[in-house]
């Protein structure tokens, strides 16, 4: 029997994850999901309008039952961890997470300990076969400039931007180091922004940030620099062929677009351009400080329309402080299992643009800052 737990379903990536495995000729004996809710019918219906905004076909939707849900959640872990159904799994896909980029006081106990007895559970598990952890490219700690490549080792302590990529360090440190026979997979994806054929309708998640930066005409980083960007459903498409492999010779795998399809920040600028219907920025652009751009923070309600000016400023320094990277992340290891490169962020960034147009830049960030 192949029964797949899936965690963090009415999340961004947890709901392409589900729509992507729905959607697979694979069949699993048996499908269950974590999620939310007072009741069976709430958490039910919770999940659906989440898998309604990828606009999963109905037929497919509906194959999930209340019978197929578990309640609960990784920040109280000790209440669901007992259900009887979760002896029957052989394979997990972890999304959960408190994805934030705030100092959330739930990150350490979502992302560290509650996956942590997540894992520990699993692994008493007599079927286990894989437990496939998602967290993020950006725990390694880069240097600025480099290519990241898969066998990467950071020499000394790695300096970490925001609580949410230090938690996924610690998070795979501790289960390969306390768990060492738990059948584990770390899957990294890099930033995943949008969704090749919907935008920003599922989520807004860091595309605010590439209208903020044009918005300003000026940013951290130059428009000849590059940024590694997926959309999510090649994220999602990438999670379910690791997990529906019989064997994986790794376990730890980049989800990126590495050198061969991560996109210029000018290349950004002209496609966001053309969707929008006004001239690229161009020359017009110029790399700045981040104490240049807070100089011009009694400009943001003209630019940006009614927001909380501290907070735009903590965004901005935030993802300055990525963007000046300029990293890319190696990915030879998913093109072995057969996956192609995934479409440049230029070449789907006008969808993003239309389902984003009506949404302004403060209030499409906070899905970001909750």
Not at 321 to 350: C, I, Q, T
Not at 363 to 369: E, I, L, R, S
């Amino acid at each position: 029997m192949r029964c797949l737990f899936i965690t963090g379903s009415t999340g961004f990536l947890g709901g392409a994850v589900i729509c992507k495995v729905l959607q697979s000729s694979y069949k699993w004996d048996r499908i269950l999901l974590l999620v939310r809710g007072e009741t069976p019918a709430a958490a039910l219906a919770r999940l659906r309008n989440n898998l309604d905004s990828f606009e999963l076909a109905p037929e497919l939707k509906n194959k999930i039952t209340e019978e197929d849900l578990i309640l609960g959640d990784l920040k109280t872990p000790e209440l669901f961890l007992d259900d009887p159904r979760l002896e029957l799994v052989t394979h997990v896909i972890n999304c959960a997470a408190v994805a934030s980029f705030s100092n959330n006081p739930l990150i350490k106990p979502v992302n560290v300990d509650g996956t942590f007895a997540l894992a520990k559970k699993m692994a008493s598990v007599p079927n286990m076969q894989r437990f496939l952890q998602v967290g993020t490219a950006m725990s390694c700690g880069p240097e600025k400039g480099m290519v990241v490549p898969e066998n990467y080792k950071p020499k000394g302590k790695v300096h970490h931007f925001v609580k949410y990529t230090a938690s996924k360090a610690e998070i795979e440190a501790k289960i390969r180091k306390e768990l060492p026979n738990l059948p584990f997979v770390a899957a990294r994806p890099s930033i995943v922004v949008g969704h090749t054929k919907l935008g920003c309708k599922p989520s807004g998640s860091i595309f605010w940030v590439f209208r903020m930066a044009l918005l300003l005409r000026q940013f951290t980083c130059s428009l000849q620099d590059k940024i590694d960007v997926i959309p999510v459903d090649y994220c999602a498409d990438a999670l379910v062929t690791m997990i529906e492999k019989e064997t994986l010779p790794y376990d730890f795998y980049h989800i990126s677009a590495g050198t061969d399809a991560s996109t210029s920040f000018a290349e950004i600028d002209q496609a966001i351009a053309k969707a929008q219907g006004i001239p690229a920025v161009g020359d017009d652009y110029k790399q700045v400080s981040f104490e240049e751009i807070a100089e011009r923070a009694h400009e943001f309600s003209t630019l940006f329309g009614h927001c909380n000016k501290r907070l735009m400023l903590k965004a901005i320094r935030l993802y300055g402080e990525f963007a000046a990277l300029n990293v890319l992340f190696e990915n030879y290891r998913l093109h072995e299992l057969g996956l192609p490169l995934p479409p440049k962020f230029s070449e789907y960034a006008g969808v993003c643009v239309a389902t984003s147009k009506d949404i302004p830049v403060p209030k499409q960030m906070m899905v970001d800052f909750k």
